[in-house]
């Protein structure tokens, strides 16, 4: 027999008849593209069960406070409608008077709030990554925090004036302390072992501080941040119904000595979304930074 008639069993190959390579493919890519279709649907399903569960108390509350003054429990001179108060919101919107409000009251809270962070993330590091800098501003630290920003604004109208720089400087003093008590605690906070381990890499201090310390220390700088622009707002809507001749606080303090109370209702309906946003975009930058955290 030669040796040339019979192939080693190995070598034998057998492909079904009128059926390609190609085509004996086709299933896995059709079975990997219906796995990232269910995938897809499975996400979208979970973010609409969210959205779901998250609207349900806002819209029972809309709901009540459309119908609380139709059938009497509330007096609706003083409580009106919430389609009377989206009419208002609207009417506003279409004179240009709404943006005009909102542009003064988020210019005033986003210089405030840009030089608060500059300010108070530095110094909020230093403070608590080198004890000798600690030891010098705590006190001071301690003094001018316990200080509510509110019961300082007459002394930054004496000081500053009745104009911009006066309610700047104060949304800039409200948002400071936030940022910079809890960067001072996240960066004091960081798991010991974490610190030890990258020391036994023999990693210098600034790598040290780069790889270890400021990543986890984010989020509690971030929570610091979201505290500060809630308080850039408060703060700046109560200064602006003092002295001010533009803005939401302005607009809302108007409208109640008018008796306006549609238009006073949709002035704080607006502080609600620009806060909502402000939020939102907050969220969003703090979910690019943390990319590395393990998200529900």
Avoid at 181 to 196: E, F, H, Q
């Amino acid at each position: 027999m030669s040796s040339s008639t019979l192939a080693p069993p190995s070598s034998i190959v057998v492909e079904p008849k009128g059926v390609s390579p190609a085509a004996s493919e086709a299933p896995v890519a059709a079975g990997s593209t219906n796995r990232r279709g269910r995938a897809l649907v499975g996400r979208v399903g979970k973010s609409g069960k969210w959205l779901l569960r998250s609207s349900i108390v806002l819209a029972a509350l809309l709901v009540f406070w459309e119908i609380a003054p139709r059938i009497g429990l509330v007096d609706r001179t003083f409580l009106p409608e919430f389609s009377s108060v989206l009419g208002a919101l609207g009417d506003a919107a279409a004179s240009g008077q709404l943006q005009q409000h909102i542009w003064a009251s988020v210019s005033r809270a986003l210089q405030g709030f840009v030089v608060a962070v500059i300010i108070a993330v530095p110094l909020g590091i230093s403070i608590g990554w080198y004890k000798p800098v600690a030891q010098y501003l705590n006190p001071a630290l301690e003094l001018f925090r316990n200080t509510a920003a509110l019961a300082l604004l007459p002394v930054f109208v004496l000081i500053l004036g009745i104009g911009e720089t006066s309610k700047v400087a104060l949304v800039i003093y409200a948002c400071v302390f936030p940022i910079l008590l809890n960067t001072i605690s996240g960066v004091r906070n960081v798991d010991p072992l974490l610190i030890k381990s990258a020391r036994s890499l023999g990693l210098p201090s600034w790598r040290l501080f780069q790889k270890v310390v400021l990543p986890a220390a984010l989020p509690t700088i971030f929570t610091g941040i979201r505290l500060a622009a809630a308080a850039s707002i408060l703060v700046l809507i109560a200064a602006e119904m003092v002295g001010a001749r533009s803005g939401l606080g302005y607009w809302i303090m108007a409208s109640q000595l008018n008796f306006q109370i549609p238009q006073m209702y949709a002035g704080i309906v607006t502080i609600a979304l620009v806060g909502l946003v402000f939020n939102l975009v907050l969220v969003t930058i703090e979910k690019r930074f943390s990319r590395w955290r393990v998200q529900d």
